[in-house]
């Protein structure tokens, strides 16, 4: 969401209407050779103008079809009230139109295994704080699937330990995917098979559930040799599994991915129920009215309609069907054939081309956070959508476009999408409507809307053809590759591609920045030839894509995993951000294949292609930097954390020494053989080791006001999932520059924060290990290896070595315990970066912010003012959000308080994370959330050996394997 505000504030946003129609308006302004910027090379400029949208009002009043014969609408799937109750009044209008939606990344398969399933498309809404045992199949839940934000917080509410209920609550987190995914890297337990073979497997885990009891009512004894073949690590370990679920019947729940094939959607659905757990963990509601269609089936009829003539007016509301139709639909051609055309969008992308190309209207679309609206959530709550700003550049919303399509624009007046919302709500409203208003505006919801949960009961004869249909997999090879198609973590489908924060944002498994890759196992890489980052040609059902290979550990073999939305090549002037970024994998992707494709070969070219990474290095080296242990072992070693600390294993071997001297018979009390400021028999523990010059700030004994604060933060690395939702908020909250693709490569990137992906191969807990000191030893060509992610902001040292070595203090500590930057002071002699461990200091080596000349004013309106804008030759770093800081003060003083009430501040990090696994408060605070958390059992400094004390600490991970895959944790 921070990163909506970058596309809000993008200056490259369309700000006119445009045609070539230049007889609709005398008036019209030349915008040939500026304004909005010019598209591609064949464009012709210089019959190009700009319009205000009232003189598209105009035009469509001259145009549009009667009675709406021939008249075609084409928009995005939606679940807003407004936006259908605008529908509904378009279509009375004009009873002949006909409406299509379309979305590359949509919930087809979904509405339909439902529908067959229940009778009745349905969303599915998981309640992971109610399951001991959840199993994802293919569904990415803590990234892009389903209500990911909403699921990652419950599944996180069962992955904290505390020291009330310790380990005791722990669920299990099983993953059977083929894309290493967020939520395979956080599983307890990962499986990876080809996507093609999910169905094989989901239908042996039936077999192996009734053998226990749990019937789904179809004989799948077909699959039951995948019981004994399916092995990690020489275990089998789908009986295991099964074996599982049916002893937690009713709190478990069965994760159904949404781009699995409808069959395997129904069987697992139909299993959910089969475990009882419909109505407990897994709930089921009617689909929005909008969502509830197809469509591929949707698109596909009016490219049908478009090719037989049948079109007279074509309007796209938003979306970009030029680029992301299936490939075999040939769209662009078919809306070449039209000859009046319109496209809302907000910038002029590949199908606002082919609009203006051909004498239509590009319409400029108002951003979300420009316009009023409303929409349902996943459980259909109703929220009123309100603006933070007047639109910038007079762009319409769709709403106001399907009000203006159906009413025109009486005397010059367009529609109001205030008004519209309004007269929605209206008559829905109980009581004074006025206050039932302000009431929906200030809790941003409207109460008592949520969907009521659904009680069908599955349709028997869906489930045995749903086993029926499904064919075995064949084996994998090199001549026959399946390929994955996925949007993007950061770019979805395309519609982020000219937002410069999530093109820099590193990916969060493979840790690349302004590029997709062809990703595989090394495997897979190496039968085929290939070598890590070489432009590879991928020939799939007659269609080629040349795109970089890239190795993800715990990626499926023979499988290609193609993320979309880049691969841009429109005009570099307006696309600047995404211009010539990645490959476009859209070409291999047609109405039959969207998700999944088989029979694709993949040839090296020879040539390689620059990748940028920011995380080269994926092993720890044998280092405690993420500490971890499994359940059991915690509970036999409950200070394992702090203990790997090597000044704590020194410790031991200390003590050790010191018993094994006084047992020694030759031993003589009165002779000298103790430190000086020890006394005899006294233990040794790492504190000892560790000394200052400084005078430490201890906690007090009677905490008060009058001691101030001394800030700190913890970071809990059991529900710390690798979003990156905390680098994006720091971005946005601190007025980071980005540096681009160049300048990432060479380890100049300038996030102030980071998440640090690692990967370990050994499957034996930490704390087995010589002296208590982890042996992660992360090897990329692991083939299913355990991941572990760790958010590294600066630690705001007590013994800051960046503050010694800097020859004009320009980096000191604050009273309250921050490392502050003076930026004035700052003469970029670049020692503090150099000298600290955590590597948390960037340098501005070029003036970042105005590397393109001028800065426009909508880009500055997306700053921070509460922040500084750094110049070139300055180092900067996380502040733990100063800013804030003051600004709580201040509103504490106005309200008549000296003290800051707990909580009251949060970083941005902090107040952005999806699982609260960041907690910063006043550690000195005996009473405060940080205070408890630093004295949990689980929290240690990150090399704390080097006697930094760094106030930001970690809780220390702790996994739940099954008892019997304890040694083979993914």
């Not at 469509?60 to 075609?72: F, M, V």
């Not at 409950?638 to 010191?658: C, G, I």
């Not at 200052?692 to 009677?702: A, C, F, G, N, T």
């Amino acid at each position: 969401m921070q990163a909506e505000l970058m596309n809000l504030y993008d200056p490259t946003r369309s700000q006119h209407a445009f045609t070539h129609h230049v007889h609709a308006n005398e008036g019209a302004k030349d915008h040939g050779h500026g304004g909005d910027h010019g598209h591609g090379g064949d464009h012709d400029h210089d019959h190009e103008h700009a319009f205000s949208v009232a003189d598209f009002a105009k035009d469509w009043a001259a145009h549009a079809p009667k009675n709406g014969e021939g008249l075609h609408l084409l928009m995005e799937p939606t679940s807003s009230p407004s936006i259908h109750a605008a529908l509904n009044r378009f279509r009375a209008k004009n009873p002949q139109a006909v409406v299509h939606t379309w979305s590359p990344i949509h919930r087809d398969a979904e509405n339909d295994a439902t529908n067959r399933l229940f009778a009745a498309p349905c969303t599915t809404q998981y309640d992971l704080s109610a399951a001991d045992v959840v199993v994802s199949f293919e569904c990415d839940f803590m990234g892009q699937d389903g209500n990911s934000v909403r699921e990652a917080r419950d599944y996180t509410t069962r992955r904290r330990v505390t020291s009330e209920t310790g380990a005791a609550t722990l669920s299990r987190l099983y993953a059977v995917e083929s894309y290493h995914s967020l939520t395979g890297s956080n599983a307890d337990h990962r499986f990876r098979v080809r996507a093609s073979e999910i169905g094989d497997v989901v239908l042996a885990l039936a077999h192996e559930l009734e053998k226990l009891g749990t019937k789904l009512g179809v004989d799948c004894s077909a699959y039951q040799d995948l019981a004994g073949s399916l092995k990690w690590n020489g275990k089998p370990w789908l009986p295991i599994l099964a074996d599982d679920l049916h002893k937690n019947r009713g709190r478990c729940a069965l994760l159904v991915g949404p781009r699995l094939p409808v069959h395997v959607q129904v069987v697992l659905h139909a299993l959910n129920h089969a475990l009882g757990n419909h109505g407990k963990t897994v709930k089921l509601t009617k689909t929005p009215e909008g969502l509830a269609g197809s469509c591929a089936k949707s698109l596909t009829e009016l490219c049908t309609a478009l090719n037989t003539g049948k079109v007279k007016a074509l309007v796209i509301l938003g979306g970009n069907p030029v680029y992301d139709a299936p490939a075999d639909l040939g769209f662009r051609s078919a809306l070449e054939k039209i000859t009046y055309s319109v496209h809302l969008s907000q910038y002029r992308d590949e199908t606002s081309e082919v609009v203006v190309k051909g004498n239509g209207w590009h319409v400029n679309r108002a951003h979300d956070l420009e316009a009023w609206g409303d929409i349902l959530a996943h459980d259909g709550t109703a929220t009123l959508m309100q603006p933070l700003i007047a639109p910038l550049y007079h762009g319409v919303s769709v709403l106001e476009m399907i009000a203006l399509l159906t009413d025109g624009a009486p005397e010059g007046k367009l529609p109001d999408a205030y008004d519209l919302v309004r007269s929605y709500w209206k008559t829905k409203a109980t009581g004074n409507f006025e206050t039932w208003w302000a009431r929906a505006l200030h809790d941003g919801v409207v109460p008592n809307t949520a969907a009521p949960v659904l009680g069908n009961a599955p349709q028997p004869a869906a489930i045995t053809a749903a086993v029926q249909s499904n064919t075995r997999a064949k084996a994998g090879s090199r001549g026959d590759l399946e390929v994955q198609f996925r949007p993007s973590f950061n770019m979805l489908d395309g519609r982020n591609a000219n937002n410069a924060w999530l093109m820099e944002l590193p990916d969060p498994m493979t840790k690349l920045s302004w590029d997709n890759a062809a990703l595989l196992s090394l495997k897979t890489l190496r039968e085929c030839g290939l070598k890590q980052g070489e432009l590879t040609e991928f020939t799939l059902g007659g269609k080629k894509v040349i795109a970089p290979v890239w190795v993800l550990p715990g990626h499926a073999d023979y499988s290609v995993t193609m993320t979309l939305g880049y691969g841009r090549r429109l005009d570099a002037d307006h696309f600047r951000i995404s211009h010539g970024a990645g490959f476009d994998a859209y070409p291999l992707r047609t109405g039959a294949s969207q998700h999944l494709a088989t029979g694709a070969t993949a040839r090296g070219t020879g040539k390689q292609y620059k990748l940028a990474v920011t995380q080269e290095h994926g092993s720890m080296e044998g280092r405690a930097i993420v500490r971890e242990a499994t359940v059991e072992d915690y509970r036999k070693h409950p200070t394992f954390a702090p203990d790997a600390n090597p000044l704590a294993a020194a410790a031991r071997v200390h003590n050790e020494a010191h018993k094994r001297h006084h047992k020694d018979a030759a031993h003589a009390p009165d002779k000298e053989h103790h430190a000086p400021d020890k006394q005899h028999g006294h233990d040794l523990t790492a504190n000892d080791f560790m000394r200052s010059l400084w005078d430490q700030k201890d906690l007090p004994k009677e905490y008060s006001y009058k001691d101030g604060n001394q800030w700190g933060m913890v970071i809990d690395l059991n529900t710390c999932i690798g979003c990156n939702a905390c680098v994006a908020a720091c971005v946005s909250e601190n007025n980071i520059a980005m540096v681009g693709k160049d300048q990432i490569a060479v380890g100049r990137e300038m996030f102030w924060n980071r998440i640090d992906r690692y990967f370990g191969s050994e499957v034996e807990s930490n704390i087995k290990s010589a002296g208590l000191v982890p042996e992660f030893n992360a090897i990329p060509t692991a083939e299913n290896p355990r991941v572990v992610h760790q958010m590294v902001p600066c630690m705001q040292c007590e013994n800051a070595s960046c503050e010694v070595v800097c020859p004009v203090a320009a980096t000191t500590h604050s009273p309250e315990g921050l490392n502050d930057m003076a930026y004035n002071r700052c003469i970029g002699t670049r020692y503090c970066g150099n000298n600290c461990p955590y590597k948390v200091r960037h340098f501005n080596y070029l003036d970042f912010h105005g590397l393109n000349g001028p800065v426009p004013e909508t880009v500055k309106m997306a700053r921070n003012p509460d922040v500084t804008i750094r110049s070139r030759g300055v180092m900067e770093k996380c502040t733990y959000c100063v800013q804030r800081i003051n600004r709580s003060k201040i509103e504490a003083k106005l309200d008549g308080r000296r003290e800051l009430r707990d909580g009251e501040v949060q970083t941005a990090c902090e107040q952005s994370c999806p699982t609260q696994a960041i907690t910063f408060g006043n550690t000195i605070d005996p009473t405060s959330r940080v205070a408890k958390l630093k004295r949990s059992n689980l929290n240690y400094g990150l090399l704390a050996e080097l006697n930094m004390r760094p106030r930001t600490t970690y809780l220390a991970k702790i996994r739940n394997p099954h008892p019997k895959l304890a040694g083979n944790a993914s």
